[in-house]
Structure formats: C-alpha cells, structure tokens
C-alpha cells in the first residue's frame, strides 16, 4: 500500500484504534518507510507533548474540602430524616428488618467492591505502591511464597498492551492475598487475587460492576477469586481477565 | 473524589477560568449524586460524568456565549486552517517549550480542545469520546484529526512568529 493511504491511518494506529488486521501490515510498512517513521516519530512527540502540556490546572485542598461537604451534607441529611421515623414504632422496625434481611447480600456484596475500590486507590496513592517491583513473572510469583496461603500464575504480557509493576500482600475480611498492579497506558490496575472460601460466596459478583468510578471484573478460577479493578474501559479489564484465566 | 483532580484541569481548560471550571466541577458533583439512579451499572462511569460536566458547560454563561457564536459542529473548518510545515525536529523543540503547547491549546475552539484533551491527556477511546461528546465515532476521528492539524498550525506559527522577534 502506498504512504499516501498508511498516514491517514497514522493517528488511528498511535491512539489504538486501529484494526489488528491493519496493524500488522502498517507495522510491516514502518520497517522499511523512513518516511512514514519520521512521521509517527513527530506523531508521537505532538501526543507527549500535549499530554504534558494539557496536564495545568490542579486543584487546590480547600476547593476539595468544600466540594466534599458540599457532597457529603445531603447524604447525612437523608440519613436522619430515614432514622427518625424508626423511633415511631415497631411497626417500622419489623419493615426495616424485612428491608434489611431481602436486600442484605447486595449490600454486602457493595461494601465489599468500595474496599477493593479503596484498597485500589490507596496502592494509586502509596508512595510505595508495590513492595516486590518487577515486570518479571517469575520474580513476582516466588515472592509471595510463604506471605499468603495459597499461590496462582502470574499471567504472559508478552505482546499484550499491559506490564506488570509488581505486587503486595494485601487483606480482604482479615483474609490474607495477592495484589498485582498492572499498568495499561498511563492507567494502573489492581488485581487482586483472595482463597474463595475466605470470602463466601460471590457469584452474583461475577456480572460486570463499578464501584467510585472504578470499573470492576471479578471471576473465580482454582477455587481462588479475582477482582481487576481499574479507571480503564471495561475491555481492557476483560482482555486482563483473558490474560489471567489462560495462565491457568 | 477519583476523577476530581482530571475533571478540575477538563473544566478550567473548557471554560479558561478557575472560578467558573469550581462552580463546574461543584455542578458536575452535586448532578452526579441526585441522577447517580439514571447511571447503569456496567457502562462507562468516566464517560458518564464527563457528559455531565460538558453539559454543565453548555449550559454555563460562557458555554451559552460560545455556542451562540461559534458552531460545535466544525466539519467545514478545514479550508481555514493555515498550513503548518512541521518536522520532527521542530515538535522536539515545541514539545520543550510546554507553554507553547499549552497557547496552541487555548487557541483552539472548544470543541477543538475537548476533543484533544479527552484523547491525549484523559486517554479515552474513540467509543468514550464518542459517548462524552454525543457524536458518531466516525466524527470523532474526523474531528481529532482537523484538531491536531489547527494545533500544529498554530505551534508552528507562534513559533515563527518567535524566531522573527
């Protein structure tokens, strides 16, 4: 294929939109196009470029705290004006337990994705957010023999958008076991990786979710269950999820 | 709060001011929590909330000011874009000089800007930003492309217009 017809792909092929089955080819075409490779080469350092300068304004800790209480004041305000009526009788109190014990599990099962969405973004925030940092699956794996009571595969990359940062023990409902960071672009994901039994069941977890804005996949394999939680679309958390479950 | 931070810096580079991009980002919050039922679980939560603080934004006083006089839909802007002779040699030098980047950025329409910002700087995928804007994925990569274009137009003329200073 001639230049002329590859670089209206260019911008297509750099965002990661580009079909695979034009990936291939135009890969081929770069190899051997200075032409082209000059061009992807300018490409890139605009998209750098924009991304450093695009990344301005930041926000400062008081405007933060009064959007939080801005936030947060009618939450509180619901909650007393739902617990008021409690008081007036048993009557309520018997419709609170019926409420309570028929919607019980999905509760549960919410609080459990806001402490992995938790878990996940105190990792983001850690200075240190890996305590075994390496790419390399076979330093990743070893390391936790001995910290957590059971062991799993840490998945091939190779050829795949995702790296691996590394790893730390981490606990679930006093359940000790594996988070994997991994990073997609400029994004991080968290897998973590706990004993089934610890948890109880879950399978009404294995639908999609999201918890604070974070996208959520959990499955379970080896009597082990998996979360991948991510500010990634859902497709790459899917495409990890694949990755994972090959590695058996 | 994950997303405050991103949606602080989208908000003060749609409306170009910290105080109108507070109220936004104060509207966008307190929308999202009173119509957090109309969010389907599963879908695209970034998306979601990005469409809430670009409508916020259109319906803001400088959103209104900027829609009545210039169109969103900007497919026949193209022959008005001056053209920009670029090497990689000069982005190399562009992408030293961030302040440039960042005057190309505030000159282009908004529309222009949004665009770019969601894809290079928030990392969207076409099916997000075509969610985000309400616009077919075929306009998005059509939009992109003019984007970049009337951005490295308007490098590489600041950065003539530098050299001959």
């Not at chain 1, 069941?201 to 294995?206: A, E, P, T």
């Given at each position: 294929m001639a230049c002329e017809l590859w670089t209206k792909e260019l911008d297509a092929y750099l965002d990661g939109e580009l079909p695979e089955s034009e990936t291939l080819p135009l890969d081929q075409h770069l190899k051997g196009c200075t032409d082209c490779t000059a061009l992807i080469l300018s490409k890139v350092q605009m998209k750098q470029a924009i991304r450093a300068a695009g990344k301005r304004y930041q926000p400062d800790a008081a405007f933060r705290a009064k959007v939080q209480q801005s936030i947060s004041r009618p939450a509180r305000f619901r909650f007393s004006r739902l617990w008021f009526?409690?008081?007036?009788g048993p009557l309520v109190l018997v419709a609170v337990l019926i409420f309570v014990l028929t919607l019980g599990r999905p509760r549960s099962d919410d609080r459990l994705l806001s402490e992995l969405a938790d878990l996940h973004v105190a990792t983001l925030a850690?200075?240190?957010?890996?305590?075994v940092v390496s790419s390399d699956r076979h330093t990743v794996k070893p390391w936790f023999a001995g910290k957590i009571p059971f062991t799993f595969n840490v998945p091939e990359?190779?050829?795949?958008?995702f790296t691996l940062v590394g790893g730390k023990a981490a606990y679930l409902r006093q359940s000790p076991g594996a988070e994997l960071l991994f990073r997609v672009r400029q994004h991080q994901i968290s897998v973590f990786i706990f004993q089934e039994r610890a948890l109880g069941?879950?399978?009404?977890?294995?639908e999609m979710k999201n918890a604070e804005s974070f996208n959520l996949r959990s499955w379970s394999q080896n009597g082990l269950r998996y979360f991948a939680v991510g500010d990634v679309a859902g497709q790459d958390l899917d495409r990890l999820r694949d990755l994972i479950e090959a590695a058996g | 709060m994950p997303l405050f931070e991103r949606l602080y810096n989208f908000a003060c580079w749609l409306t170009q001011d910290r105080h109108e991009a507070e109220d936004l980002v104060q509207e966008t919050y307190a929308k999202a929590l009173h119509g957090f039922s109309s969010f389907r679980p599963g879908t695209n939560f970034r998306a979601w909330i990005y469409k809430i603080l670009r409508n916020a934004f259109l319906n803001s006083r400088t959103g209104l000011k900027y829609t009545s006089t210039v169109s969103l839909d900007d497919e026949h802007d193209e022959a008005s874009l001056p053209v920009a002779e670029e090497t990689p040699e000069s982005i190399l030098l562009h992408r030293a000089d961030s302040r440039l980047v960042q005057q190309g950025l505030e000159r282009l329409t908004v529309a222009q800007r949004e665009i770019l910002l969601l894809c290079e700087v928030e990392e969207m995928t076409y099916q997000e930003i075509a969610s985000t804007l309400a616009i077919p994925i075929g306009t998005v990569m059509s939009r992109l492309s003019r984007a970049r274009q009337a951005l490295r137009a308007a490098v590489g003329n600041m950065q003539s217009n530098q050299m001959k200073s």
């Open positions: 009526p409690l008081l007036a850690s200075a240190n957010p890996v305590d990359l190779q050829d795949s958008p069941n879950l399978r009404g977890l294995d | -």
